[in-house]
């Protein structure tokens, strides 16, 4: 079926003792075994039965299961955020004395994983500009082990051509590509099928939609997601909470709607800031003479509402800006149904020093803008309003 449909309609679980038209929240830690060889027989099979919640729950599979037929993949894992989603997907598929390549512009923790965490467990790294696959080549030692790729990246909404990539890392063994779709969410871009082995989210963003839930997920081949799922998560313990769980099934109903309004009013947005007199760029794929413009129509269904914007005046007029919207919301997420305006360079991006972050141009004056589903109109005036007062 379409889309539309499936995000409402697939894998969906109905309860067969009170056929309950909403999926009962199964709020428990563990599980009544009926005897000694079932408990056995469960904790060596862990796809087989539920034994303890730390290993799976009922409400997580229903999530996990949406997910899985969603991007088109053998198997999902729901866990407790999007970084529990990378670390976990990571540490699964290196080990001391591997290589990992990963793009110049990519979320700030994810950075920070990379960097200062990943290098003190014997594990290599090179960072280079993912939109250019020679580059990515040129990087390949015979120690690597991991190519890692955000698209659209977060925040300058770079674009990495997956099918491109996977192609050339077809011509060497034992590599892996990971990618994060957080920003287009399964709706927009379904990366297993351009060649990835594994995709992530960040599911407290776009697939939740409400901000209310801190989630992530998972979703590959079965044999990669069992292997994340025992030993990885059953030992680091990023265990996705059945509320949330639950949280995360009604706001994936909702996705294709939101998706899509997310993307009309985004494309409004952007094409008004391009031509705002306070306004030096605008980073958005919709755009056509955006660098990533025939990328992101190639593999993705929209352009997303995502956008970073460079403010005429630095970080003053940015404060300006973020300080008199009244619409948008100062936050540091991403992906609700209300707008939300952040400085990335002081929030999502901190870790990265500043010379790191002009580099990549993450510029001090630059503003994230997730842009949510309320009336476009109400939301260009509210820029508008604030921009405004950098002149004054």
């Given at each position: 079926?379409?889309?539309?449909?499936?995000?409402?309609?697939?894998?969906?679980?109905?309860?067969?003792?009170?056929?309950?038209?909403?999926?009962?929240?199964?709020?428990?830690?563990?599980?009544?075994?009926?005897?000694?060889?079932?408990?056995?027989?469960?904790?060596?099979?862990?796809?087989?039965?539920?034994?303890?919640?730390?290993?799976?729950?009922?409400?997580?599979?229903?999530?996990?299961?949406?997910?899985?037929?969603?991007?088109?993949?053998?198997?999902?894992?729901?866990?407790?955020?999007?970084?529990?989603?990378?670390?976990?997907a990571v540490m699964s598929l290196i080990k001391a004395g591997d290589h990992i390549i990963f793009g110049d512009v990519i979320y700030g923790?994810?950075?920070?994983?990379?960097?200062?965490?990943?290098?003190?467990?014997?594990?290599?790294?090179?960072?280079?500009?993912?939109?250019?696959?020679?580059?990515?080549?040129?990087?390949?030692?015979?120690?690597?082990?991991?190519?890692?790729?955000?698209?659209?990246?977060?925040?300058?909404?770079?674009?990495?051509?997956?099918?491109?990539?996977?192609?050339?890392?077809?011509?060497?063994?034992?590599?892996?590509?990971?990618?994060?779709?957080?920003?287009?969410?399964?709706?927009?871009?379904?990366?297993?099928?351009?060649?990835?082995?594994?995709?992530?989210?960040?599911?407290?963003?776009?697939?939740?939609?409400?901000?209310?839930?801190?989630?992530?997920?998972?979703?590959?081949?079965?044999?990669?997601?069992?292997?994340?799922?025992?030993?990885?998560?059953?030992?680091?313990?990023?265990?996705?909470?059945?509320?949330?769980?639950?949280?995360?099934?009604?706001?994936?109903?909702?996705?294709?709607?939101?998706?899509?309004?997310?993307?009309?009013?985004?494309?409004?947005?952007?094409?008004?800031?391009?031509?705002?007199?306070?306004?030096?760029?605008?980073?958005?794929?919709?755009?056509?003479?955006?660098?990533?413009?025939?990328?992101?129509?190639?593999?993705?269904?929209?352009?997303?509402?995502?956008?970073?914007?460079?403010?005429?005046?630095?970080?003053?007029?940015?404060?300006?800006?973020?300080?008199?919207?009244?619409?948008?919301?100062?936050?540091?997420?991403?992906?609700?149904?209300?707008?939300?305006?952040?400085?990335?360079?002081?929030?999502?991006?901190?870790?990265?020093?500043?010379?790191?972050?002009?580099?990549?141009?993450?510029?001090?004056?630059?503003?994230?803008?997730?842009?949510?589903?309320?009336?476009?109109?109400?939301?260009?005036?509210?820029?508008?309003?604030?921009?405004?007062?950098?002149?004054?």
């Amino acid at each position: 079926m379409n889309i539309a449909t499936d995000v409402i309609h697939a894998e969906r679980y109905v309860d067969p003792t009170t056929g309950s038209h909403v999926t009962p929240i199964y709020q428990t830690s563990t599980f009544i075994l009926h005897d000694f060889d079932e408990a056995v027989r469960l904790n060596q099979n862990i796809d087989q039965g539920f034994v303890y919640s730390r290993f799976g729950n009922p409400s997580v599979k229903e999530f996990e299961d949406k997910i899985a037929y969603l991007e088109h993949a053998e198997a999902a894992l729901g866990v407790a955020s999007g970084l529990g989603a990378i670390s976990t997907a990571v540490m699964s598929l290196i080990k001391a004395g591997d290589h990992i390549i990963f793009g110049d512009v990519i979320y700030g923790c994810t950075f920070a994983l990379f960097t200062k965490i990943l290098p003190s467990f014997g594990i290599e790294y090179s960072i280079v500009d993912t939109t250019d696959v020679e580059a990515i080549e040129k990087a390949i030692k015979p120690n690597t082990r991991l190519v890692y790729v955000e698209t659209p990246a977060n925040p300058t909404l770079k674009i990495s051509d997956i099918a491109q990539i996977s192609e050339m890392l077809g011509k060497y063994e034992n590599i892996k590509m990971v990618v994060d779709s957080t920003f287009a969410s399964p709706y927009l871009q379904n990366a297993l099928d351009l060649g990835a082995d594994i995709v992530v989210h960040s599911a407290t963003k776009y697939i939740s939609g409400h901000g209310n839930v801190t989630a992530g997920v998972i979703a590959g081949s079965k044999k990669d997601i069992d292997k994340c799922r025992m030993p990885f998560l059953q030992c680091f313990g990023a265990v996705l909470d059945p509320f949330a769980a639950w949280q995360l099934v009604n706001g994936l109903k909702t996705l294709a709607v939101r998706m899509e309004k997310h993307c009309d009013n985004a494309m409004k947005v952007a094409t008004f800031l391009q031509n705002h007199p306070m306004v030096d760029k605008v980073y958005y794929p919709g755009l056509k003479d955006n660098p990533g413009y025939e990328t992101a129509k190639k593999q993705m269904r929209g352009f997303g509402g995502m956008m970073s914007v460079d403010i005429k005046g630095g970080i003053d007029a940015a404060r300006t800006v973020m300080n008199n919207v009244k619409v948008f919301s100062l936050a540091t997420s991403l992906g609700n149904v209300d707008s939300l305006i952040q400085h990335s360079p002081s929030m999502s991006h901190f870790d990265m020093t500043p010379e790191q972050r002009h580099a990549v141009s993450i510029f001090d004056g630059q503003v994230r803008l997730s842009v949510g589903i309320e009336d476009s109109e109400d939301l260009i005036n509210d820029l508008d309003q604030a921009l405004n007062l950098i002149k004054r």
